[in-house]
């Protein structure tokens, strides 16, 4: 079964999520080294709310399309595809006059909250980087592994490269290596629709009943996605809102980093499961879905074994490969240790497999209703464990420790 797993999309995914992952570390642990602990702070609550926001933008239509364009017919092919345009469009610009207003009313406040960055910023990057992620959508369900790895190379590999500048030469502000960000998202835009990949020429083709069934599938997805966001985002959000600040937001986010390595193949294997369970469920082979469950399931949960208790063991080592030397000790303002954390999650790792799979089994039977309410017990559980573990406990370990009670 393992072999069988091993072989097709399930490799090239793999490889390609490989490749933009080491990439994504090292400009991380490039940054991490580069700049102080309070600016790097101010980084990472900039993706995150980035993260977070663009589950939104895309949660509505994505999961829907994958699943609806996986056995589609050529007609209803380009009005799905012009309705995951047209919708997050739509989506797009509601978000940046929301994130406009807030600047402009709470202009002071936020300032002072460490999200500067984000309501500054993001507004412009929800619409340049929307083309290349719509393309990321359609050709995950036409299963175009290759060309999937063609838009995240060329928006991954050009940051990285601004980083290595950064780093090595020319030592940039935030707002510099933001602008950048948003001149390399816009350029890999440019390439997807110059090669027509992200459908922004179906546009027009939207129809009322593909829009509908879009947004009625997408009215659960959206909250799932939302919610397994929050899933790893509440934990930065809310210690940023505590006493302890942006020193324990960049803290926090190292065994995060590590975390999202550990599920590379994880987000590999799902992106192949995910379009193959849909189709045969569309096609009513219940048979078939059972068995692509059972063995993505068992091989991953066998293969996240390994990998954890690798991560426990060489906990150490790792937190010194992706930040540095000073991350190793405690640190004397806090006083967590960053290496103890990522222990906490190897442990939570263990239970990934199976929750992944079971959402993502759940929207391809054409049940995200069910898939949502399980998230929304977790974001709640994990919610109140953060809460308490941060306000009265007032232990960074403890906010891991709840990831795995959720869980």
Known sequence: MLKKIAREDNFLSLTGNLVIAILGISGFAL????????????????????????????GITNTGLIRFLSG?????????????ALIGLGATVLIAIILVFCYTMFNEVIINSGYNLFFKW??????????????????QADRKYDKILIIKSINSGLFFLVVLVHFFFIEMELNELVIALLIINAITSLVSITLGWDGTKYITQ????????????????????????????????????????????ALYSIPLKLTELQQIPLRSFVAT????????????????????????????????????????????????????????????????????????????GLLLPIDRMTGIG??????????????????AANVIGDFIAIFIFESLMLVAVASIVFT
């Not at 990472?44 to 980035?50: A, E, H, I, N, Q």
């Not at 589609?72 to 995951?84: V, Y």
């Open 31 to 58: 940054l991490a080294r580069s700049l102080s602990l309070d600016v790097f702070g101010e980084w990472v609550l900039f993706v995150t709310g980035g993260s977070f926001v663009e589950m939104f933008r895309f």
């Open 72 to 84: 589609a017919d050529a007609g209803s092919r380009t009005k799905l595809i012009g309705s995951n």
């Open 122 to 139: 993001y507004p412009i990057l929800a619409f340049v980087n929307l083309p290349w992620n719509n393309a990321l959508v359609v050709l």
């Open 206 to 249: 939207a129809s009322f009943d593909t829009n509908k069934t879009l947004l009625n599938f997408g009215k659960y997805t959206t909250f799932t996605l939302i919610g397994s966001n929050l899933l790893r985002s509440a934990d930065t959000v809310i210690i940023s809102l505590s006493p302890m600040g942006s020193a324990a937001v």
């Open 273 to 348: 499961a995910f379009p193959k369970m849909s189709k045969a469920s569309v096609q009513g082979n219940v048979k078939e879905v059972k068995a692509l469950f059972y063995s993505y399931s068992g091989a991953l949960t066998y293969l996240f074994v390994i990998m954890s208790l690798f991560t426990f063991v060489f906990a150490d080592f790792l937190v010194f490969m992706l930040s540095g030397e000073q991350y190793l000790k405690v640190d004397p303002v806090t006083g967590f240790n960053v290496a103890d954390i990522v222990r906490v999650f190897s442990v939570y």
């Open 362 to 379: 759940l929207d391809s039977i054409n049940k995200p209703n069910i898939n949502a309410i399980k998230v929304f017990i977790m974001v």
